[in-house]
């Protein structure tokens, strides 16, 4: 059987009984230059081969390795063998110190991915357009196991990837007009709303007030070593309730729209499919621009040491102000509109706050490869948040126009 002929099936119960979902198109023998295929399940951190098992997956499991370079979950590609055809998954461990229900975090996740699949049609590259959940044999949308830990799997979405850092105005563009996409596409969303998976997340006074309790604590006697940082949040303290005070409405929003969280379209560099759903839940529209601007402008990643290389690119801004529009322009209100650049600052000023919370705290939240890696992150973040200031005027200007 070749690669071309072969189709690969799940299925899955629904309310009207079975459904089939086939997988992206087409299932290609993977090249031996796909790394992951090398991974020595034996050495990961987790029996990723057990919990394979246990999803709607058929086939023989070949091998699994760590992916992606995400924060909070563990999040692995496993592939297996579906009768001669090499075909991948992705199944993630869901943090479940940071997100404390995770039943009712992936009772969010099956409506928004549904309500999605329901828009996005079932066309050739229907599961290339949102995530597609793979159920676990009891057919719950997560898989428990004995340790614990919630799992989950989805679909591999093939021939895309995901960014750390922004390599042209393009591809700003694509993921601002993805994410707004995404915005339109949840509105109408039917009841209840969604549950909140961690609660007042983007409440910037509350992580303000965060900041100083560990600053008070200094549990980890690190104050010292940051005191620039803590004097540079504490002078920024007026900016806190910013959009709060803007009384702009709420939505469903993702809250989580760093520019490694949308595929891009591998050949025509298109925004195919928002990802990384944790965080969907009621929220602000200008979250979702705020950390947009945060992430898709700096032509550095997060953390890095060289802060002459953290800039926030008017370009970039301009590109993500046009892509999101083009999607998010028949919804938007006036007022949330004209905010836009605050929520730049804002959001971009939060997560400072919240690596910098974190570094002060011993660093229990945020995953860290090195010493001093949420200070180096924090140090980035307020890099930018400078940067948008020399160029916040230019910035209303751009809004105004367009
Ligand atoms: P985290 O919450 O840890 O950031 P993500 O859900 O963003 O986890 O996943 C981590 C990385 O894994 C992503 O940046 C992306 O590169 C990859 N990834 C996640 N889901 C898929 C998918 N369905 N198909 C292909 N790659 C994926
Ligand atoms: C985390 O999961 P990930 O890496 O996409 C964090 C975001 C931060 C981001 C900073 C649930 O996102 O809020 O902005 O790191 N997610 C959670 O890079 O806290
Ligand atoms: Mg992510």
Known sequence: MNSQSFSAVIARRTGKGFETVKPALPLRKLSDRDDFSKTLTMNLKHDVRAVALQFQIFGDFLSAGPYGSGHINDTYCVVFDQGGTQVRYILQRINHNIFRNPVALMENIRRVTEHLGSKTGSGPDATRR???????????PYYCDELGNYWRGYIFIEN?????????TDQAFQAAKAFGQFQKLLADLPPPGLHETIPDFHHTPKRFAALEKAVEADIANRAQQARPEIEFALRHRGITACLLDAKLPERVTHNDTKFNNVMLDKATGEGICVIDLDTVMPGLALYDFGDMVRTTTSPVTEDERDLRKVTMQFPMFEALVRGYLTTAAEFLTPAEKRCLPESAKLITFEIGIRFLTDFLAGDTYFKIHRDGHNLDRCRTQFKLVESIEQQETAMHRLVEKI
């Open 130 to 140: 949102r995530l597609t959940l793979i159920f676990a044999r009891d057919d719950k």
């Open 160 to 168: 895309a990837r995901t960014f750390d850092a922004v390599e042209s």
